[in-house]
């Protein structure tokens, strides 16, 4: 689980919360049409622009950018390297009874592949076609978000607008005015809040987790790849350390049996 990324969220909006509180009271900011104005405009707007597929799916993207954790280099490399030591002391088929204990499915089909006998070339090129689709539905889920992130505000200006017709149109009774302008601004104050504190900071956050799911995505078809051609657990590690900074590899440990 993210919890930089949770802890951010909930900060974010205690302070804003809290500075309301302190200001005067929250119902002043509770305004049904402005909501209305903002969160139903975007929405509308997201599925006009992205098929429905593609809409709905943002939710698990994100649920699996915030709650699922991205294996770190020395616990992958050491991962394969000790698949390396079983395949080549017991061969292929051994890998058989370490897939049941894998919890990742992108490692488990490719060790899958090599107990099934497919060459290396076959299991790159199944492997890289995994990693691209991923890293498609990845930016698919980025474009989203940053459009929301885009349309929040868009909208917020539109209730904006609504709400100072409602005033000048009012301009005879002043006692309705107040209500036309606390629509025209709370309507600014919600774009610009979900837009700068959820959907932008989320379509970052989904960047930055497809980098670095890009990375373990290579670093394990490499693995994969080394152990169908035969390789040795220590030529294993070299391949994999590739991908990693020369800083980093100092500190990787690897132990090879």
Same mark, same amino acid.
């Given at each position: 689980?993210?919890?930089?990324?949770?802890?951010?969220?909930?900060?974010?909006?205690?302070?804003?919360?809290?500075?309301?509180?302190?200001?005067?009271?929250?119902?002043?900011?509770?305004?049904?049409?402005?909501?209305?104005?903002?969160?139903?405009?975007?929405?509308?707007?997201?599925?006009?622009?992205? @098929?429905?597929?593609?809409?709905?799916?943002?939710? $698990?993207? #994100?649920?699996?950018?915030?709650?699922?954790?991205? =294996? &770190?280099?020395?616990?992958?490399?050491?991962?394969?390297?000790?698949?390396?030591?079983?395949?080549?002391?017991?061969?292929?088929?051994?890998?058989?009874?370490?897939?049941?204990?894998?919890?990742?499915?992108?490692?488990?089909?490719?060790?899958?592949?090599?107990?099934?006998?497919?060459?290396?070339?076959?299991?790159?090129?199944?492997?890289?076609?995994?990693?691209?689709?991923?890293?498609?539905?990845?930016?698919?889920?980025?474009?989203?978000?940053?459009?929301?992130?885009?349309?929040?505000? @868009?909208?917020?200006?539109?209730?904006?607008?609504? $709400?100072? #017709?409602?005033?000048?149109?009012?301009?005879?009774? =002043? &006692?309705?005015?107040?209500?036309?302008?606390?629509?025209?601004?709370?309507?600014?104050?919600?774009?610009?809040?979900?837009?700068?504190?959820?959907?932008?900071?989320?379509?970052?956050?989904?960047?930055?987790?497809?980098?670095?799911?890009?990375?373990?995505?290579?670093?394990?078809?490499?693995?994969?790849?080394?152990?169908?051609?035969?390789?040795?657990?220590?030529?294993?590690?070299?391949?994999?350390?590739?991908?990693?900074?020369?800083?980093?590899?100092?500190?990787?440990?690897?132990?090879?049996?």
């Amino acid at each position: 689980m993210d919890f930089g990324t949770i802890l951010g969220v909930l900060f974010g909006f205690g302070v804003i919360l809290g500075t309301m509180l302190y200001e005067g009271n929250l119902g002043i900011f509770f305004n049904i049409p402005a909501l209305a104005i903002v969160f139903g405009g975007m929405t509308a707007a997201t599925m006009i622009h992205f @098929s429905m597929g593609q809409f709905l799916g943002i939710f $698990g993207i #994100v649920k699996k950018t915030v709650f699922q954790k991205i =294996p &770190s280099p020395k616990d992958s490399i050491q991962t394969m390297v000790n698949m390396a030591v079983i395949s080549r002391r017991d061969g292929a088929l051994a890998l058989e009874q370490e897939i049941r204990k894998v919890r990742d499915p992108f490692l488990a089909k490719g060790l899958q592949m090599i107990v099934d006998g497919n060459d290396e070339h076959v299991i790159r090129e199944r492997m890289c076609k995994e990693l691209e689709n991923t890293e498609e539905r990845h930016g698919m889920g980025k474009k989203v978000l940053e459009f929301m992130g885009g349309s929040s505000p @868009s909208f917020a200006m539109v209730g904006t607008l609504i $709400g100072l #017709v409602n005033m000048l149109s009012r301009m005879d009774d =002043p &006692s309705k005015i107040g209500s036309g302008m606390a629509t025209a601004l709370v309507c600014t104050f919600y774009g610009a809040l979900v837009a700068n504190l959820v959907f932008l900071p989320l379509a970052g956050k989904l960047g930055q987790f497809s980098k670095m799911e890009m990375i373990y995505m290579g670093m394990i078809t490499e693995g994969v790849c080394a152990i169908a051609h035969g390789e040795s657990p220590t030529a294993v590690r070299e391949m994999m350390e590739v991908f990693v900074s020369a800083k980093g590899r100092a500190r990787l440990k690897v132990k090879v049996a």
